[in-house]
């Protein structure tokens, strides 16, 4: 099997002299032979991308029941089936596989990032085979290769150009740059990063002007696109903080459970009251108390709740974990192009007849005006639209061919210049292509029966060529002051960031020579572009202000064009390039990162390391994107956010959230939902413990009475399941204070459960079993049916006064949840169900009369009374809301 040959770093190939680059490849500006060529085939591979193999889905199904939690119940479920407590079992049973198939079912997603990277690779391409033009399937493309390629080619692998005529490819997908990129025969002399290796393609990048030959270096996942692929395979996903705080909380939980088990099941054995198997069961009673059955399904319901309120936003969410995520997002690392971007240049300058003339409208939208007469620019527009290659789809209004190009269309659109009537009035008869070199492109057209030669091109070429100006319709000599002018006007648009292009014209003489076209010009003007930032992501970047939020830029694009767009969308903060942090070490930039608003001229490597940066400072990262150098980060990003409209499918399949839209507001007003989801989790967290705690300690201190049983097994679990989990549930849907977006963002250290949450956890849930227990001791002068009857429903209507306490902290008002109230109502009827319907055979329960309702009323206001002045006296002492 033939060796393979020596082959540089793919980033080195661009310094490598192209004599080197053919030998190195053992290859030739002729390409291979057939024989040679289905060699190399055996011996490189083909030329795709290399798969990591899926999860199994057993085992993201078995990934369900891995909580502390959940263990504990199912060790509950296995006693209970031991000692024939069927009903206990099966309930606990349900609502644990319920919970797993709900989690399965959002999380059973099969890993598509190398996939979509594989649908981004040329199905087939045209290579040099034993001399001859032939095509072949890019997977069959081997290191070696010479690749024929023109106009709207997908490049299949990465190659160095040894051939090209007015070369320009779109990079932005792998780069983040806007703007085609041109490309040409050289070699360089040092190593620079992907967007200025002007003499390599790139693997999955497409050709937008011009024809080429390149000589493949570097196939499947050795290319740019390959190295991307496997920096997603390799990145470590990190836990939400969600998902750690509930594992802390879960595993805490437990410990505390089973100490206190224990000491009621030893303490009851040495006093001996009762036999072992009847203290044994007490003890399980209580395991099923302490822990709420219902938390793991509450949490996973109420977040995909949250869910689908955000794609009502605009927003959809991949996994419901990040959901909860995004309310302590403290960096967003947003994309420029394209994210805070339109990706769609527009003019926004016209410089005529000696004038600064503003454009409005952002993108390939036939909206905004051009405040200037129609008139007087028509001459510049004109000559805009017609020396032009490129072409408008106006179904869907967007760019066919170069971009640059295609904005000049719709500058001239604006003020009523259409270039499909232009060009049937005014024929194109010849031109001189755009090159690299010459800088300037010139056509010839029918006007009125005179023959006349339309240019565009660099202002500083173009005006050289100049010996007049037009000026308010009239040509004039270009004198120095006018040329100085000129030039200072394109220096002050150049100092914006903003592309710009010169246009003039000539009448042609009757048989004058192509060599003279360019020659002897008349200059009309200036017409300046960008790639604008959206309208709405000013204001919004205010509200991330606002929120505590910090919001940084990293992009591919030149360091001037990222400055421009940072001060226009008030991103502040220093600007580093990537050359600049290669040569920071890890933990200098670690020191500095806080300091960093722009970042650019980066590439995929350098994004992951931002955010691990970021990350080492405690922050949680939202890393916003659209195209394929974009995947790595997001997917090492606390939250990964995709575009949906612009968006690759590899953005998309290695994000955690994709922007419907596209709007960048959109992400801010998920961020919202997000601290409104963490409230409502912290409600329902308060609520169940406060419940739990209650039952607790009302068996607890029953046992240590020496008392009977309060409220048995079934009853908790009935409690657990129905009486507290459907008000939990409900309280997902709590609306979001208005006051959410005017708050810092919690620290990842914060707790689900602050100092006055558990303050009031256990001031509460002591006033429930110290009112339950008067109540039990009430029943007990009648029967002990009757007494656990009493306990049973009296905490049932205590546990839902407590949810009214709670709501009451955080000033949300009693009839904003209509689904809560249903889950109230619901709560009570059943609870009137478990007593009066046959149904108390299983559940232990006996009709109350009156007396014993009206001893449940007077101390369900009792309570609710004192709690409500004891939550208010604990939000004043700690200023926190719980």
């Known amino acids: 099997m033939q060796s393979r040959p020596a082959s540089p770093a793919s980033k080195e190939w661009s310094t490598v002299p192209l004599g080197c680059v053919y030998n190195n490849l053992k290859t030739s500006p002729k390409g291979l032979s057939s024989a040679d060529a289905a060699q190399r085939l055996q011996t490189y591979g083909e030329n795709s991308l290399v798969e990591k193999p899926p999860e199994r889905p057993i085992k993201v199904f078995l990934r369900e029941f891995n909580s502390?939690?959940?263990?504990?119940?199912?060790?509950?479920?296995?006693?209970?089936?031991?000692?024939?407590?069927?009903?206990?079992?099966?309930?606990?049973?349900?609502?644990?596989?319920?919970?797993?198939?709900?989690?399965?079912?959002?999380?059973?997603?099969?890993?598509?990032?190398?996939?979509?990277?594989?649908?981004?690779?040329?199905?087939?391409?045209?290579?040099?085979?034993d001399g001859k033009k032939v095509g072949v399937d890019a997977k069959e493309i081997v290191p070696g290769d010479v690749l024929v390629l023109d106009t709207g080619a997908k490049i299949p692998a990465d190659a160095r150009v040894i051939e090209a005529v007015n070369l320009e490819t779109q990079e932005a997908a792998l780069t983040g740059e806007s703007i085609p990129v041109e490309k040409e025969v050289r070699d360089l002399s040092s190593k620079v990063c992907i967007a200025e290796q002007k003499n390599m393609l790139f693997s999955g990048t497409v050709i937008t002007r011009g024809r080429v030959r390149a000589v493949v270096v570097e196939t499947g996942m050795k290319t740019q696109l390959g190295k991307i692929a496997h920096l997603i395979q390799t990145v470590e996903e990190s836990e939400t903080p969600l998902q750690r705080q509930l594992a802390g909380f879960g595993k805490w939980l437990g410990v505390l459970t089973l100490v206190i088990c224990l000491v009621i099941f030893l303490v009851s054995l040495l006093e001996r009251q009762g036999n072992t198997l009847q203290l044994f069961i007490t003890a399980v009673a209580l395991a099923v108390a302490a822990i709420p059955e219902g938390l793991p399904a509450v949490v996973t319901i109420s977040l995909a709740l949250g869910v689908q309120r955000m794609v009502k936003k605009n927003a959809l969410m991949r996994h419901l974990p990040s959901v909860e995520t995004l309310g302590s997002v403290t960096v967003i690392c947003a994309?420029?192009?394209?994210?805070?971007?339109?990706?769609?240049?527009?003019?926004?300058?016209?410089?005529?007849?000696?004038?600064?003339?503003?454009?409005?409208?952002?993108g390939y939208q036939p909206e905004g005006t051009i405040e200037a007469p129609a008139a007087k620019v028509r001459k510049l527009l004109e000559i805009g639209v017609l020396c032009n290659d490129s072409k408008i789809d106006r179904a869907t209004w967007t760019a066919i061919g170069d971009p640059t190009e295609a904005c000049l269309i719709m500058s001239a659109l604006k003020a009523g210049v259409d270039r499909l009537e232009l060009k049937k009035d005014c024929p194109r008869l010849d031109e001189i292509p755009f090159d690299s070199k010459r800088k300037i492109m010139t056509t010839v057209h029918k006007i009125d029966g005179k023959l006349v030669a339309y240019v565009k091109g660099a202002p500083d070429v173009l005006l050289s060529k100049c010996d007049s100006v037009l000026l308010h319709g009239k040509k004039v000599k270009l004198t120095p002051v006018i040329l100085g002018v000129?030039?200072?006007?394109?220096?002050?648009?150049?100092?914006?960031?903003?592309r710009i292009l010169g246009f003039a014209y000539k009448e042609l003489k009757k048989g004058e020579k192509k060599e003279s076209y360019e020659k002897g010009l008349t200059f009309v003007g200036l017409q300046a572009m960008i790639d604008p930032p959206r309208k709405e992501v000013k204001e919004s970047i205010r509200r991330c202000e606002r929120a505590g939020i910090k919001v940084v830029m990293i992009t591919g694009d030149h360091r001037n064009t990222a400055v421009a767009i940072g001060q226009q969308i008030g991103i502040k903060g220093k600007v580093i390039t990537g050359d600049e942090l290669d040569a920071l070490s890890p933990e200098k930039f670690e020191a500095n990162v806080e300091d960093i608003g722009?970042?650019?001229?980066?590439?995929?490597?350098?994004?992951?390391?931002?955010?691990?940066?970021?990350?080492?400072?405690?922050?949680i990262i939202a890393m916003t994107g659209d195209g394929v150098n974009d995947a790595p980060a997001l997917k090492k990003a606390d939250i990964g956010i995709a575009m949906g409209i612009t968006g690759t499918d590899v953005a998309k399949e290695a994000s955690e959230m994709i922007l419907v839209d596209d709007n960048f507001t959109s992400i801010v007003n998920a961020v919202e939902e997000g601290r409104g989801i963490f409230d409502n989790i912290r409600k329902f967290v308060n609520y169940l413990l406060s419940c739990n705690v209650g039952e607790v300690l009302v068996v607890f201190i029953a046992s240590l009475m020496r008392l009977p049983l309060p409220l048995l097994a079934v009853q908790l679990l009935w409690i657990n399941l129905v009486t507290d989990g459907l008000p939990a549930i409900a309280l997902g849907v709590d609306p979001t204070p208005p006051n959410a977006m005017d708050r810092k963002p919690r620290k990842v250290t914060d707790k689900i459960m602050s100092r006055g949450m558990v303050l009031s956890i256990f001031i509460i849930g002591s006033l429930i079993a110290a009112a339950t227990l008067y109540v039990f001791l009430i029943g007990l002068r009648t029967d002990v049916a009757t007494a656990q009857t009493m306990a049973f429903t009296t905490i049932v209507f205590l546990e839902i006064a407590r949810l009214h306490m709670i709501r009451s902290v955080y000033k949300t008002p009693f009839f904003s949840n209509k689904m809560l109230l249903f889950a109230l109502a619901a709560s009570l009827i059943l609870q009137l169900v478990v007593i009066y319907s046959p149904l108390n055979a299983v559940f232990g329960t006996i009709a109350l009369s009156l007396e014993s309702w009206i001893y449940i009323g007077v101390t369900l206001v009792i309570v609710f009374a004192v709690g409500m002045a004891v939550s208010r006296c604990i939000k004043r002492w700690t200023h926190e809301e719980y």
């Open 68 to 129: 502390p939690v959940v263990w504990i119940l199912l060790g509950a479920t296995a006693i209970t089936l031991f000692i024939n407590e069927w009903v206990d079992a099966v309930a606990i049973s349900i609502i644990l596989f319920l919970n797993a198939i709900l989690g399965f079912l959002q999380e059973m997603k099969a890993e598509k990032s190398i996939k979509a990277l594989k649908r981004m690779m040329s199905l087939h391409a045209i290579a040099l085979r």
């Open 598 to 619: 722009i970042y650019a001229r980066v590439d995929p490597e350098h994004k992951v390391r931002i955010v691990n940066a970021l990350q080492k400072n405690a922050h």
């Open 486 to 498: 000129v030039l200072a006007k394109n220096d002050e648009y150049a100092s914006h960031a903003l």
């Open 335 to 362: 994309d420029k192009t394209g994210t805070l971007t339109h990706n769609e240049m527009t003019v926004k300058r016209l410089f005529v007849d000696g004038e600064d003339i503003a454009v409005h409208g952002s």
